[in-house]
């Protein structure tokens, strides 16, 4: 049974695109509802509107739009864990994680992630809502979040919102004015950032330490875009993608006997291995590497890349991950593999180029994401407007300069021991590849004195490993073990 309730907390609206075109600012929409998670009915609240971001003289500047599950039959009441969750882009909405992973609502897609029309959702029965309840948050431009004009009708200035440190300190100013709005100082908290997520909570975890006073128990990174290795380019960057090539080519059957013979995970450590002791030396060389050294290489790199030797030393052992994407099934169907999730198969107008033309696991996505985001909010979270929801919002020219945001995660995990970190990679992401993942979580501790507070969960898919559904199983499991396992217990924080 659904009860719709409409609180308006204030009169403010904010004006965007046309003068009669408008959302309300302060306004939440709240639904009751349950669904059955690992066979156990759980009730639950969503709330879903709009809180403000005001700057540091008390004016607000900007909107954002949220959605906030919280669990009704449970006798914790608010001192029941939380999780503020966030999707990346920068640009993107928290669509992906709200309707595909945690949230009890997830869309109609198959056991691999494809779309089925017609478009829909349904119960998620593998939900984190029976350990925890869940904030997913729309930075500005995403969603429905806007800016606020002034009362002369000047709109605020990007700099205070599109870039990796204004962005890290107006949401965290905003987790703070939510977590007393809903009287939850005393939960235990968590955040989860999927994508550039995972550099936006690695500095939240910080930020909201020292500027907010408010501790977590946890940060979860599915699958992290750390931007001191992303797209840099350099023996370090690129030989981080091997291990990658060697599952996207296992599961395109395209490596040697072998290899292709074995189970992925048993030689995924082998690819490791070359990887950083021997391809990461061998680029650093440059130009001034050996003909046999290099001749070498290219036959080991060939081996566990399914790429042939000739086109590894026409690319001078340095294979760009786009070149990878065109070039691995190029000789056998002519088709393309997919960026953030390599399982998806293109075809191109032509069969010869550098990089695929589009990106086939994307436009997928799209297909059942759109509609079903749309119908659920206005018909079950019951939020009704003509104002696009973005599901990618321009950001403008952000600004990556003085990203430190590893060094505040190491910062937050040394000032706070109840602090754990895991990482959530897909083998099949050839975006964030799952070893930069793990290269990024090596790189965050220096002194591996903190080793003990990390762990590391793969899975056998792609970006947005839950699509899949054994996955989607899997990786809820895996966040109610952390949770769990990151549980204060009564136990002081110290060293």
Not at 16 to 25: E, T
Not at 121 to 140: E, G, M, Q, T, Y
Not at 238 to 251: C, F, H, Q, V
Not at 419 to 429: E, F, I, R
């Amino acid at each position: 049974m659904k009860i719709r309730v409409t609180l308006f907390l204030s009169l403010c609206w904010l004006l965007n695109y046309a003068q009669d075109l408008k959302i309300p600012v302060d306004t939440a929409y709240v639904t009751t509802n349950s669904v059955t998670i690992k066979g156990k009915q759980v009730n639950y609240k969503a709330e879903t509107g709009f809180q403000p971001v005001w700057d540091a003289d008390g004016k607000m500047i900007a909107s954002l739009y949220y959605t906030y599950y919280k669990r009704t039959n449970d006798s914790k009441g608010n001192k029941r864990p939380i999780i503020y969750s966030f999707n990346g882009g920068p640009g993107s909405a928290s669509v992906w994680m709200h309707i595909a992973y945690t949230g009890p609502k997830i869309l109609k897609i198959d056991d691999e992630g494809y779309p089925i029309q017609p478009y829909g959702i349904k119960d998620n029965p593998n939900s984190i809502l029976d350990v925890a309840d869940i904030v997913f948050i729309n930075p500005v431009n995403t969603g429905y979040s806007r800016k606020v004009a002034d009362k002369d009708g000047k709109m605020p200035d990007d700099k205070l919102f599109f870039g990796v440190n204004a962005d890290i300190k107006y949401l965290a100013g905003w987790m703070n004015t939510f977590t007393t709005r809903h009287n939850r100082w005393e939960s235990p908290k968590y955040i989860i950032g999927e994508s550039y997520g995972g550099t936006r909570v690695m500095g939240l975890s910080l930020e909201l330490q020292n500027s907010q006073w408010l501790y977590l128990n946890g940060v979860i990174l599915v699958s992290p875009a750390d931007y001191k290795v992303l797209r840099v380019g350099g023996p370090l960057s690129s030989s981080l993608n091997l291990p990658y090539y060697t599952a996207a080519a296992w599961y395109h059957k395209m490596l040697a006997p072998e290899l292709q013979n074995k189970d992925l995970l048993d030689i995924l450590p082998e690819a490791e291995d070359f990887a950083v002791n021997k391809l990461m030396p061998a680029l650093a060389k440059g130009g001034f590497i050996s003909s046999a050294e290099k001749q070498n290489i290219a036959k080991q790199m060939s081996h566990y890349s399914g790429l042939t030797e000739k086109v590894i030393l026409q690319m001078n052992l340095d294979v760009p991950n786009r070149f990878f994407w065109k070039e691995l099934l190029r000789d056998k169907t002519g088709q393309t593999i997919g960026r953030l999730d390599s399982r998806y198969i293109g075809v191109d107008k032509v069969e010869t180029g550098t990089s695929p033309d589009y990106s086939a696991e994307l436009t997928s996505w799209l297909h059942s994401f759109t509609p079903a985001i749309n119908y659920y909010i206005q018909n079950d979270l019951g939020f009704k407007t003509d104002v696009k929801y973005n599901v990618f919002g321009n950001v403008g020219n952000w600004d990556r300069t003085n990203d430190n945001t590893r060094e505040n995660l190491r910062q937050a995990m040394a000032q706070n021991p109840y602090l754990k970190v895991m990482t959530q990679s897909g083998y099949y992401d050839g975006a964030t590849t799952y070893f930069s993942a793990k290269y990024s979580q090596w790189q965050i501790d220096p002194s591996g004195k903190m080793k003990d507070r990390f762990s590391f969960k793969g899975y056998r898919s792609g970006h947005m490993m839950y699509l899949r559904n054994e996955d989607l199983i899997k990786a809820n499991d895996d966040l109610r073990e952390f949770i769990e396992s990151s549980a204060a217990n009564g136990k002081a924080a110290k060293y």
